[in-house]
Structure formats: C-alpha cells, structure tokens
C-alpha cells in the first residue's frame, strides 16, 4: 500500500454503524477512517522520548484518517477530503496579551531554540473513543516563557486560522470562528503539555492540525486545538468553542473523568480506534498522578 496516499477503506473495528445526520459532538461520527495525505509530509528528528505511555500506538492510518477538524467540516475524514486548498507553509503567529514581548512571529522563529521530542499520549475524545498517538514536539511552558508572561497572565488562549479560502467548513457558522481553546497558567505551564509539530516521525498532516497544535493528553480532544495562529495571555478566563456553543455539555476544564457523564452519553467508557475491546476510561486519562494536583479542592462535578 502507498504510504504516501491511501484512502482506506479499512473500518476500525468498532467503528462500524450508521452515520448520524445530526453534526454535533455525540453522534459518534461512524465514517470510515480516511487517511490521505493532502500535503508532503517530512521525516522529523526527535532528540529523546518522554513521558509515554507503555501501549501500542494507534494504527497511523487511523490517526491520521479518523479525525475531527470542524473548519474543513464536520464529518470525519472532511479535512482530507475538502482540504487540499489548506497551506501549512508559510504560517504565522501572534504572540499578544499580557506578556513583555507580543509580537508578529514566523514559525521557523517559533519552533527554532525547541529541540523536538517524541510523547506517545493517551488521546480520549468527548465522542467515547480513544488512540494512542505518538506526537512530535516541545513543551507549551518552554514556548510560553520565551514571551515573558506578566504576573496578571493567569490564562492562555489559543486561536486557529481562519480562513474560508483555505478551510471552507467555516463558511457554515457551525460554531463561532475562529476555533478558539483556552487553559488556566498553571494547566498550560505542565510538562505534559504539550506543542505538536509531528506524528509518527513525521511532520503533522493537514487534518491533524498542521502545522502546529496542542496536545493536552489528561482532557478531552476538543481542548487540543489545531493550527493555531494566535496565543494571547489573559487574565481572564478565556472564550472557548465549545464551552460557548454548548455550555452545559462541555466545560472549560473538560478533564477527562469518567465519573462526570456528559448529559447525553456516559464517560465510563471508551472504544480504542481500531482495536476490538472497549475499556474503562481512566480518571484525567490516566494521567492523574501527574495533573491531579492541579485541581486540588475542586469540584470535579460542577468544574468538568
Ligand atoms: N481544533 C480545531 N481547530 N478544530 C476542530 O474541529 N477538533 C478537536 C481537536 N482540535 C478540532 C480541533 C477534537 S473534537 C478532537 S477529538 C481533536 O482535535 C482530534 O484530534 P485528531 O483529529 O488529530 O485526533
């Protein structure tokens, strides 16, 4: 099979069912995986591996085909199909907010002092399913301080393009565009966290959100915004997509518990992309040792 180009016709295992109409998240979104690669993808260098998780990744071509990017559309698989006017080169970004040195940055100036390292990451989607990626990338905190956050920075936001030319989804106000994400400092600051520049050792697809995005592996997928094009620190706490589509099915934390259920489907529970056996979701996706503290006296019910 032709790494470069395949359009699978492979179904997860799991995956298989009746497409739903309805296009918002809980609809489970049954399409088959569509891995295509719209623009070449380069081999990329990670000096070390850390923080990973001891399990198998996810089959690439399920990575990288299964995939919800809401610009393109919002069906599974849209970005590969309706995304080949996208350009991840040349891209910019703004710095702005509450820091001592905004600025207009290219991201050659963005991505050069941070040496790459590979994160194979737990991935739990609102939706109930869940991969195992291996990204390639830097920690967001080492990013962040290069701009010198004021003490009154006590968020940072996070905005993708817009642009109806290269993504056509946002011609369909399905939600407010720009996609916009957000985190508290201390969330943002967290080794875990994570910029995404790669996969698989390869500079990220289109429909993975090239060519740069966040991985916060402990909350739920939608918070790990793609192709961003803006970071602004806050003081406060920041608009988030979602959050102000549906309030009060998705939240700003939006850690990843399975105690909390979303009003329409429970979380208990997840479907591994392409393996056979469902599995208990595990509180902050596994990952509770490492961020439980963050939340220290909080109420998980009220704060999801
Ligand atoms: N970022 C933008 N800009 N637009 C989106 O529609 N979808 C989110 C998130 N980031 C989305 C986004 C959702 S719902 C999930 S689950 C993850 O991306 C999926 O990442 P993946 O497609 O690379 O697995």
Same mark, same amino acid.
């Given at each position: 099979?032709?790494?470069?180009?395949? &359009?699978?016709?492979?179904?997860?295992?799991?995956l298989?069912g009746?497409?739903s109409?309805?296009?918002?998240f809980g609809l489970f979104g049954d399409?088959?995986?569509?891995?295509? !690669?719209?623009?070449?993808?380069?081999?990329?260098?990670?000096?070390?591996?850390?923080?990973?998780?001891?399990? #198998?990744?996810?089959?690439?071509?399920? +990575? &990288?085909?299964?995939? %919800?990017?809401?610009?393109?559309?919002?069906?599974?698989?849209? +970005?590969?199909?309706?995304?080949?006017?996208?350009?991840?080169?040349?891209?910019?970004?703004?710095?702005?907010?509450?820091?001592?040195?905004?600025?207009?940055?290219?991201?050659?100036?963005?991505?050069?002092?941070?040496?790459?390292?590979?994160?194979?990451?737990? /991935?739990?989607c609102?939706e109930t399913w869940?991969?195992?990626?291996?990204?390639?990338?830097?920690?967001? +905190?080492?990013?962040?301080?290069?701009?010198?956050?004021?003490?009154?920075?006590?968020?940072?936001?996070?905005?993708?393009?817009?642009?109806?030319?290269?993504?056509?989804?946002?011609?369909?106000?399905?939600?407010?565009?720009?996609?916009? !994400?957000?985190?508290?400092?201390?969330?943002?600051?967290?080794?875990?966290? /994570? &910029?995404?520049?790669?996969?698989?050792?390869?500079?990220?697809?289109?429909?993975?959100?090239?060519?740069?995005? /966040?991985?916060?592996?402990?909350?739920?997928?939608?918070? #790990? &915004?793609? #192709?961003?094009?803006?970071?602004?620190?806050?003081?406060? /706490?920041?608009?988030?997509?979602?959050?102000?589509?549906?309030?009060?099915?998705?939240?700003?934390?939006?850690?990843? %518990?399975?105690?909390?259920?979303?009003?329409?489907w429970?979380?208990?529970?997840?479907r591994?992309?392409?393996?056979?056996?469902?599995?208990?979701?595990?509180?902050? %996706?596994?990952? +509770?040792?490492?961020?439980?503290?963050?939340?220290?006296?909080?109420?998980?019910?009220?704060?999801?």
């Amino acid at each position: 099979m032709n790494r470069r180009r395949f &359009i699978a016709g492979m179904t997860a295992a799991g995956l298989t069912g009746t497409a739903s109409a309805f296009s918002f998240f809980g609809l489970f979104g049954d399409d088959e995986p569509t891995a295509v !690669e719209l623009y070449p993808r380069r081999p990329l260098k990670a000096s070390r591996r850390a923080f990973s998780v001891d399990e #198998s990744p996810t089959d690439e071509a399920d +990575a &990288i085909g299964y995939t %919800n990017f809401y610009e393109f559309g919002t069906e599974k698989g849209d +970005a590969q199909r309706y995304g080949e006017r996208f350009k991840p080169e040349p891209w910019r970004l703004t710095i702005d907010g509450e820091c001592e040195r905004p600025g207009d940055y290219t991201l050659e100036d963005i991505l050069k002092p941070h040496p790459l390292e590979e994160r194979i990451y737990r /991935l739990r989607c609102v939706e109930t399913w869940s991969m195992v990626i291996p990204w390639v990338g830097f920690p967001l +905190a080492d990013l962040l301080k290069r701009f010198a956050p004021t003490s009154r920075a006590k968020y940072v936001a996070f905005e993708t393009l817009y642009d109806p030319e290269q993504m056509p989804g946002q011609r369909r106000a399905v939600v407010e565009w720009p996609y916009r !994400e957000g985190l508290r400092m201390d969330e943002a600051m967290h080794p875990l966290t /994570l &910029i995404a520049v790669g996969m698989y050792g390869e500079t990220l697809p289109v429909q993975n959100g090239a060519p740069l995005r /966040l991985v916060v592996p402990w909350k739920y997928g939608f918070k #790990s &915004i793609k #192709s961003i094009v803006r970071i602004h620190f806050s003081e406060k /706490l920041p608009v988030t997509t979602w959050n102000q589509l549906q309030p009060d099915e998705y939240g700003f934390y939006a850690n990843v %518990n399975p105690a909390v259920d979303h009003p329409r489907w429970s979380q208990a529970r997840e479907r591994p992309v392409g393996g056979w056996r469902r599995r208990d979701t595990l509180p902050f %996706n596994g990952y +509770a040792e490492e961020v439980a503290h963050l939340y220290h006296g909080m109420d998980l019910a009220k704060y999801f």
